[in-house]
């Protein structure tokens, strides 16, 4: 089994930024492509940064491409979610997601889940 235990967030104004932690157990953390997800109030969990097994690749929604960025550090099993120039719209709460192959936008596609962490960006 795989837990997966996120950090980070918090009530920032628009313009700030938060840094968002996902620490992973359970299993070998290389062997599983990440994800960061969204869901606001009212709507769909929504895709939002994908990130390969080594870490060589990335992939951004539209949304938060050239604001947010994923990373890894597989020695420390955590992933992250760099979030700057943070708008009002980004408030959601953000989980983080495991794969035991590759990256995917699809939420039903991957395995593993995070409990979720609230972001609140006020205007």
């Known amino acids: 089994q795989v837990q997966l235990v996120e950090s980070g967030g918090g009530l920032v104004q628009a313009g700030g930024s938060l840094r968002l932690s996902c620490a992973v157990s359970g299993r070998t953390f290389s062997g599983y492509a990440m994800a960061w997800f969204r869901q606001a109030p009212g709507k769909e969990r929504e895709y939002v940064a994908a990130i390969t097994r080594s870490g060589g690749r990335t992939y951004y929604a539209d949304s938060v491409k050239g604001r947010f960025t994923i990373s890894r550090d597989n020695a420390k099993n955590t992933v992250y979610l760099q979030m700057n120039s943070l708008k009002p719209e980004d408030t959601a709460v953000y989980y983080c997601?495991?794969?035991?192959?590759?990256?995917?936008?699809?939420?039903?596609?991957?395995?593993?889940w995070g409990q979720g962490t609230q972001v609140t960006v006020s205007s």
């Open positions: 997601a495991a794969r035991s192959s590759g990256t995917s936008y699809l939420s039903r596609e991957y395995n593993y």
